[in-house]
């Protein structure tokens, strides 16, 4: 998936270059803290199937000791002996239902692992461009304000001339000076978003941004495809990882639960072992000259059986362990069917929320052109009297308001066709690319 990105972070000459949403993304795969936890999870995860298998593969172990004894008789040394021992055992499960579920429960908890893992390589596409969008939505506003502010100080100086040559009335340049704080005190706070948001995107790739590239024009604003929302459900009931993910681990918990219900069940195992022993007997002959007589005996052994065993009654655990495990069981179906309830919802939610922005962007367009116009026959009228002071700054407002609303909208779009392809799980990577070539 990497590959599929473009390279990061561009230097010239030493000071950083405007930086595109795939240069963010990139770095994030490499320095985003929940998408690294989110890998480390993944391998974890993949030991699960490991250790299942093991209950059904063969285990041998080996074993050795050695030994020194003496022996005193009237405080005389009498004898004295050393022993070496070592012994080999193998096992091999011939039939045991209760591992056998163990490793299908391991094999769903391992498909789940890599789920969640898909999920939040999904996420990422969401979280890198709604931390990038908010960026520039918050720059955006603060262009707007600063521009709003500008055009609202040239009227209040403009209504302070007309005051003082007798043109207007105090009222005016009340009237102005009121608007020109409010729009100051707007300014102020955008400039604090500003920075809230840029935080959120440096926290994001663990360095500071100074530059990223705007949206242009030519972003397509297009319904959604497939048009049908019940086919956005069916795709989201099937390729939703958080679905898949809350799946497998109901079959995990059904595989626990038959296991534990096989506890009641025959077990057979094959076994094989082989030891040696060595033991080295020193005799004293006689006390008065002493002798030292060595005895070694060696001893080998091996055997073959096949091991049967099942439990009675061992106080009711096995039982209170069977009743346990089907209660998670039930206790998944339910939080499966509420995950997936959940994923529908959102699907259907998103799809009608690219399918309103989509009238809303064209909405806001056309708002943009009427709030010019408005604005031209506003200042016209002020300049010949007809109309006056509060009129030309709400048309301002106006005009201001709609550009803002058009560029939210269209962040809007970008980010609601995000989330419900993240709802029906078939964002790629690619999306990102796609986005990056409406930027500038």
Not at 313 to 341: C, H, M, P
């Amino acid at each position: 998936m990497k590959n599929l990105i473009l390279t990061s972070l561009l230097v010239v000459s030493g000071i950083a270059s405007s930086e595109n949403i795939i240069d963010i993304y990139n770095e994030a795969l490499e320095n985003d803290p929940t998408y690294r936890a989110a890998e480390f999870s993944l391998l974890s995860g993949k030991e699960f199937v490991v250790q299942g298998r093991a209950g059904l593969m063969p285990s041998v172990s080996i074993s050795g000791s050695t030994n020194w004894n003496e022996s005193y008789q009237d405080g005389n040394l009498s004898n004295e002996y050393n022993s070496f021992s070592s012994s080999a055992r193998l096992t091999q499960p011939l039939i045991r239902l209760d591992s056998w579920f163990q490793y299908k429960r391991s094999q769903a908890l391992t498909d789940a692992a890599e789920a969640d893992f898909g999920y939040e390589q999904q996420n990422l596409v969401v979280r890198t461009a709604e931390l990038y969008f908010g960026v520039l939505r918050t720059i955006d506003n603060l262009n707007a304000s600063k521009s709003e502010e500008k055009a609202i100080k040239k009227q209040l100086d403009q209504a302070k001339q007309r005051y003082e040559v007798g043109l207007s009335a105090i009222t005016g340049v009340q009237e102005a000076q009121l608007a020109y704080d409010l729009s100051l005190a707007a300014r102020i706070r955008t400039e604090g978003a500003v920075f809230s948001a840029r935080e959120a995107l440096n926290a994001l790739i663990g360095r500071e941004v100074y530059s990223i590239d705007p949206l242009g024009d030519s972003l397509p604003i297009v319904n959604p495809s497939p048009s049908s929302k019940q086919d956005w459900v069916n795709l989201a009931i099937k390729s939703n990882y958080r679905l898949k993910a809350a799946k497998l681990r109901r079959d995990a918990s059904k595989n626990s639960a038959r296991g534990a219900a096989s506890d009641h069940l025959p077990k057979l195992d094959i076994v094989g072992s082989a030891s040696k022993s060595e033991t080295n007997q020193y005799y004293i002959d006689d006390f008065d000259a002493p002798v030292l007589i060595s005895v070694p005996q060696e001893t080998e052994r091996r055997s073959y059986s096949i091991q049967f065993s099942m439990p009675i009654f061992q106080g009711g655990s096995v039982n209170s362990r069977r009743k346990q495990a089907y209660a998670n069981y039930d206790k998944s179906i339910e939080d499966t069917l509420f995950i997936e309830r959940s994923v529908i919802q959102q699907v259907r939610s998103e799809y009608s929320n690219v399918l309103s922005l989509v009238a809303s962007v064209n909405a806001q367009e056309q708002a943009v052109v009427s709030a010019t116009s408005a604005l031209e026959a506003t200042k016209v009228g002020y300049e010949v009297g007809t109309r006056n002071i509060v009129d030309l700054l709400q048309s301002e407002k106006n005009l201001y308001s709609a550009e803002r609303n058009l560029a939210n909208a269209k962040y809007d779009y970008i980010l609601s066709n995000l989330r419900l392809g993240l709802a029906a799980g078939n964002l790629e990577p690619e999306n990102i690319a796609d986005i990056n070539n409406f930027l500038n």
